[in-house]
């Protein structure tokens, strides 16, 4: 770079540039400069031959500067179009043409000594001598490569799921939108399949956050081997997956959700456990369920909770009629919300009565909601809406606080002293301060803890075995009584019943009335009381409705027993009539007789 002093703004070089020919001071020190700056800085004569490399322009092409000297360019900054692989256009021969600076195309790549390539932007500019004469250009370049990948790494972060790497919610509903183009221009469907694995937060909640990020994982290979590679498996968050089926009519849906069914099953090995996970899949289809990615979404979301409601490990499609159901359960919801600040819900009581002598020894307290928006809705309606809210823990303490009241009002007017039965949930029982407020309540109330029982499905006490024997341990400690309800409709082994300190089993109701006769065979109620007596445990039939069933019951030994036979449930001014005026109880007709 004879006589020519090269002037570098952030390394991009702006105009051509003045030289001071007496100055060796300057020469040097502009040598220095160069050679501490990232870089790389080539100068060619207006022959286009290299009369100046600084050493980042070495070490990024892989040519010492004394070999590059005088060699042509282009041998030695010789770059392509990374994504056509063509010879990219000549930036010196451009710039000594028109004597004017010019930058890169975008994507040029530098293929360096020794073939390997790297990412480049740069700069290039004429040189002028003193008396403003072209005499070459200045190319002055930079790797990108790391900045390019950095750059792609966060757009695939900023599209896709961290955890199992699949697309996430942006993605997926660009793709469905591409798909719905797609299918509008030629006439054709696609199908939107929403999955939420069946009861995955038992699984977080038991083996810890690691395994279920494990199972996670392993769900969605298994959801990527079940579809073609040009559809799209995507995780919204949570244990909730979408699957876009790209050009699909109803019948490929239907045949990837049974695939995804029975593929899904298999036992997933994590950490050395063998898990077993199923999923309800809900289904939509263009156009027919919706036009735009929302309604797809939200049409197989909606077909999602009927498959769950379903029955689990199922797959259904949406249907017009299950928007009003969904609208339905947003009416309750909303309403709910008001529900216990408003005074709606009260609790009626079913008598639990001795087999044998009739006395009523207990009361089954039950929830009813008073809202005059709503026609008369049944715990078995708002109940699970309660459960998916977050709202059943609050309504849980309410009817726990009622109920002992209740009872204790009732010994406090000199009534016989009965137990008082709650149903508790799921949700209810797995809360950390469950054992405490059940406490507190019986503090608050004064009801000794004797009186109150609490009544569990087998699901909710098999969930987490280990974690469920801890809790009832704590209660029974406390002195309160622990009953199974519905029992036989569950998967509770005997060594688990066992080692559950209980007190009561409750035969679910189903099988009570599937007892035809006095001399049925009633093979399972038969089995179910005599392994409760051998337990020495206390049994109580459910839904007794016919003198048949009674008899049935009172000939195999079975202690006590509730249902419309007796008395369906009743509010509380009512049962304290009936507990005031006889508390023995024949049958139905004389509880009328009673309470009129
Ligand atoms: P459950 O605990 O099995 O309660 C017995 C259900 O059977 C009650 O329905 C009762 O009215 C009904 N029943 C009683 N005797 C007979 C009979 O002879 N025949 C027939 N067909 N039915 C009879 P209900 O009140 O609609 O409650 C339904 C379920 O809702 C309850 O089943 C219980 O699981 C749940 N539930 C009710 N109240 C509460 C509550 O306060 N908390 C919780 N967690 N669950 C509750
Ligand atoms: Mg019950």
Redesign the pocket.
């Known amino acids: 770079m004879d006589n020519t002093l090269i002037r570098s703004e952030n390394a991009v070089i702006q105009e051509p540039i003045v030289i001071d020919e007496s100055s060796y001071k300057i020469k040097v020190r502009a040598e220095i400069a160069l050679n501490s700056i990232s870089d790389a800085v080539i100068c060619t004569d207006i022959d286009c031959n290299i009369d100046y490399m600084n050493i980042a322009a070495e070490k990024i092409t892989g040519w010492p500067r004394d070999e590059a000297f005088g060699k042509p360019v282009n041998r030695i900054f010789n770059i392509i179009n990374g994504i056509t692989r063509k010879p990219a256009f000549d930036p010196v021969g451009l710039v000594l043409q028109i004597d004017k600076p010019r930058v890169l195309a975008p994507n040029t790549v530098l293929i360096k000594r020794d073939g390997t390539e790297v990412e480049i932007e740069d700069s290039t500019s004429p040189i002028h001598d003193e008396k403003e004469k072209l005499t070459g250009v200045v190319i002055v370049f930079h790797d990108v490569s790391a900045t390019k990948a950095m750059a792609k790494k966060m757009e695939h972060a900023a599209q896709h799921d961290f955890l199992t790497t699949l697309p996430n919610r942006m993605l997926l509903n660009d793709r469905i939108e591409q798909a719905i183009a797609f299918a509008s221009r030629h006439h054709t469907q696609l199908a939107v399949l929403f999955l939420d694995l069946d009861n995955f937060k038992h699984i977080n909640d038991s083996l810890g956050h690691a395994a279920g990020d494990k199972l996670l994982q392993s769900v969605a290979k298994r959801l990527q081997h079940c579809v073609r590679v040009s559809d799209t498996v995507s995780r919204q968050g949570g244990d909730e997956f979408v699957i876009l089926l790209a050009e699909s009519k109803n019948e490929d849906a239907a045949l990837t959700a049974q695939k995804i069914l029975v593929d899904l099953l298999a036992l997933h090995e994590i950490d050395k456990n063998q898990l077993h996970i199923t999923t309800s899949i809900g289904i939509s289809v263009y156009p027919a369920d919706g036009t735009d990615a929302e309604t797809l979404l939200k049409s197989a979301d909606t077909a999602m909770y009927c498959a769950k409601e379903k029955g689990r490990n199922n797959y259904q499609f949406f249907t017009a009629q299950m928007n009003t159901r969904a609208t339905e359960r947003l009416v309750i919801e909303n309403n709910l919300r008001l529900a216990l600040n408003h005074q709606q819900f009260i609790l009626h009581y079913q008598p639990i009565v001795n087999l044998t002598t009739g006395k009523i020894t207990g009361a089954?307290a039950?929830l009813r909601w008073q809202n005059s928006e709503l026609s008369e809705v049944s715990p078995e309606t708002f109940l699970p809406v309660a459960i998916d809210s977050g709202l059943m823990v609050p309504i849980g303490r309410w009817v726990l606080r009622q109920a002992c009241k209740q009872a204790k009002a009732w010994q406090d007017k000199g009534l016989p002293a009965i137990s008082i039965?709650i149903?508790i949930s799921a949700q209810e029982f797995l809360h950390k301060d469950f054992v405490e407020d059940v406490k507190a309540v019986l503090v608050e109330t004064r009801l000794a803890a004797e009186y109150l029982e609490l009544?569990f499905t087998e699901p909710v006490l098999m969930r987490d075995t280990d974690c469920s024997t801890q809790i009832l341990q704590q209660l029974k400690e406390m002195g309160v009584k622990l009953a199974v309800?519905d029992f036989g409709t569950g998967c509770s082994s005997l060594s688990h019943l066992q080692r559950f300190p209980i007190d009561v089993l409750?035969i679910d109701q189903s099988f009570v009335q599937s007892i035809k006769s006095a001399k049925d065979d009633g093979f399972i109620v038969s089995a179910i009381i005599s392994m409760g007596n051998s337990l020495k445990l206390k049994v109580i039939a459910?839904g007794i409705e016919t003198t048949h069933q009674l008899d049935f019951l009172t000939a195999r030994q079975c202690e006590e027993g509730q249902g419309h036979f007796y008395s369906r449930p009743i509010d509380a001014e009512s049962f304290t009539l009936l507990l005031s005026k006889n508390h023995i109880l024949v049958a139905n007709n004389q509880l009328m007789d009673i309470l009129v």
């Open positions: 089954e039950l039965a149903n009544e309800e409750k459910e």
